[in-house]
């Protein structure tokens, strides 16, 4: 028992660094594939702060944060490339594959070779320094006086680019969305 909280780490980051390295070599690449991507990864890293943590609330407002961000991303495709097909070539595909499988060996020769006492006493100091840093600071001093005005300031900073934007479309009539018939 003692190695599986470092096992599943070992995991989720193998998977994240698979994520980042799929799209490097393919020179054209849908964009709902790479949203995809990021949504997948940014559930990795929610369940990776939420289990270092022991609190997914961070977690949860990063996930909604995300899924906020894609669905503005979905309109925009939506109007840009309406009916734009996702291609897969045989030969991007086989270099993937060839790419997990490179890595997968690399990791797991590097988690045979060296010592599995070490890393796990260095991952949970590491995790006792941030739980340390995480009651201490950021708990306490979430919305306090030095973090408040930064919060306020993001709030009004979002809200007068989005009118801005408005104002902008409204000026040049521009639409929000292009209607292409």
């Known amino acids: 028992m003692e190695n599986?909280?470092?096992?599943?780490?070992?995991?989720?980051?193998?998977?994240?660094?698979?994520?980042?390295?799929?799209?490097?070599?393919?020179p054209k690449i849908h964009p709902i594939f790479l949203m995809i991507i990021l949504l997948i990864y940014t559930i990795l890293i929610c369940l990776k702060i939420g289990s270092t943590l022991n609190n997914f609330w961070f977690s949860y407002i990063l996930f909604l944060i995300t899924i906020g961000g894609i669905m503005i991303l979905i309109m925009y495709l939506t109007s840009m490339s309406n009916?734009?097909?996702?291609?897969?070539?045989?030969?991007?595909?086989?270099?993937?594959?060839?790419?997990?499988?490179?890595?997968?060996?690399?990791?797991?020769?590097?988690?045979?070779?060296?010592?599995?006492?070490?890393?796990?006493?260095l991952y949970n100091l590491e995790i006792?320094?941030?739980?340390?840093?995480?009651?201490?600071?950021?708990?306490?001093?979430?919305?306090?006086?030095?973090?408040?005005?930064?919060?306020?300031?993001?709030?009004?900073?979002?809200?007068?680019?989005?009118?801005?934007?408005?104002?902008?479309?409204k000026k040049f009539n521009i639409p929000m969305r292009q209607n292409i018939f």
């Open 83 to 121: 009916n734009e097909l996702m291609i897969f070539s045989l030969l991007n595909i086989k270099w993937v594959i060839y790419k997990m499988f490179i890595i997968s060996l690399f990791f797991t020769m590097s988690y045979i070779f060296f010592s599995k006492k070490i890393i796990y006493n």
């Open 128 to 169: 006792m320094n941030f739980y340390i840093f995480n009651n201490n600071i950021i708990m306490k001093n979430l919305y306090m006086m030095p973090n408040l005005d930064l919060t306020i300031f993001l709030m009004i900073y979002l809200f007068l680019m989005m009118m801005l934007s408005t104002l902008i479309c």
């Open 4 to 26: 599986f909280f470092f096992n599943i780490n070992f995991m989720v980051d193998f998977s994240m660094i698979i994520l980042i390295m799929l799209p490097s070599n393919m």
